[in-house]
């Protein structure tokens, strides 16, 4: 499968916890997007990157909450004394960049991240 | 600040019937709007956006800024099309989406 891949797919962990979740996108994909999506809504934006760099955050990215791209390829969210608001599916999605506009630039997605926060 | 409107969370029709799923937006600029679609156990994927005015499995979707709408249309639905649609815009500032509810779809035989 040469998709976006999440890993893990299921996380269930204690409130107070510590959480990391990692992401693969498509190989020669430059842009990568971090979205959450909690039951019954649309998936909400969290933070995106432009290879290694992070372009923008959302309101929604609190303290708890950090993503990296070290090396412009994978990333990882961590969540930090996870609270069971935090109880959601995370979605990664990737995208290239061309030369001239990103407009056009289909955003692919992968399978999601579902953490359970008990 | 964009916001994306669906609003029906569910939608029946019977095959060969029309179907037409709503869409409203708010923003302030010339958006993309674009349809994605997740079926039943698979990830979400993009259906169609305005830009390409494509027609993707019987499915097209006209942005009408008078109305600031997006809706998206087949004239005969078939149960393969059951699935959650998701209408998402991107603002010309960003690379983020932002996407309404979503509607389920059933379409039954």
């Known amino acids: 499968d040469t998709g976006v891949s999440q890993n893990p797919r299921h996380k269930i962990t204690k409130r107070g916890q510590n959480v990391t979740f990692r992401c693969d996108p498509i190989s020669e994909h430059n842009r990568l997007y971090w979205y959450r999506q909690t039951l019954g809504q649309g998936p909400e934006f969290l933070t995106y990157?432009?290879?290694?760099?992070?372009?923008?955050k959302s309101r929604l990215l609190s303290d708890r909450f950090s993503a990296e791209r070290p090396k412009g390829s994978f990333s990882t969210l961590e969540i930090q004394r996870t609270e069971q608001g935090d109880s959601a599916m995370y979605l990664c999605?990737?995208?290239?960049?061309?030369?001239?506009?990103?407009?056009?630039?289909?955003?692919?997605f992968g399978p999601g991240t579902r953490l359970t926060v008990l | 600040a964009q916001r994306v409107t669906q609003p029906e969370k569910l939608l029946s029709v019977f095959k060969g019937a029309p179907v037409e799923l709503k869409c409203n937006y708010s923003?302030?600029?010339?958006?993309?709007l674009f349809w994605y679609v997740q079926y039943s156990r698979q990830r979400l994927q993009l259906l169609l956006r305005h830009i390409s005015r494509e027609s993707i499995k019987g499915f097209t979707a006209d942005l009408n800024k008078g109305e600031t709408s997006f809706h998206l249309k087949k004239p005969f639905a078939q149960e393969e099309d059951s699935a959650m649609y998701y209408c998402a815009l991107r603002g010309t500032s960003g690379s983020r989406l932002t996407f309404g509810e979503g509607t389920q779809l059933t379409v039954n035989p």
């Open positions: 923003y302030s600029g010339s958006p993309e």
């Open positions: 999605a990737s995208s290239p960049t061309s030369g001239r506009t990103s407009s056009y630039n289909e955003q692919f």
């Open positions: 990157f432009q290879n290694e760099a992070q372009l923008e």
